[in-house]
């Protein structure tokens, strides 16, 4: 079994920075991806941004490229997204999960984290 275990959430004004990190324990995972899915208040869970087991490869949704960004500790265990310029519209609940494979398919993703909130200020 794997446990994921989010931290870095808080509260910031637009334009400013957060960094999220996750944690996985319980059993390695170095050659599972990993990704991050956010989920606003009435919205539906959705994609942010995946890393693949390497670390090699990511993919991002359209409406972060160029300002997060995505990396995997030297252990592999560990998970980090880096939010900068951030804006109102990133305000949500960001979740860690740990697939397999790397997808972009909130269904491909077997191992979930409890979230962590992200508030955007305008």
Do not use: H
Request: hydrophobic share 35%; proline share 2%.
């Amino acid at each position: 079994q794997v446990q994921l275990v989010e931290s870095g959430g808080g509260l910031v004004q637009a334009g400013g920075s957060l960094r999220l990190s996750c944690a996985a324990s319980g059993r390695t995972i170095s050659n599972y991806a990993m990704a991050w899915f956010r989920q606003a208040p009435g919205k539906e869970r959705e994609f942010v941004v995946a890393i693949s087991g390497s670390g090699v490869t990511t993919d991002y949704v359209d409406s972060v490229k160029g300002r997060f960004t995505i990396s995997r500790g030297n252990a592999k265990n560990t998970m980090t997204l880096q939010m900068n310029s951030l804006k109102p519209e990133d305000t949500a609940v960001y979740y860690c999960a740990a697939a397999l494979a790397i997808s972009t398919g909130v269904g491909q993703y077997g191992y979930w984290g409890q979230g962590t909130q992200v508030t955007v200020s305008s």
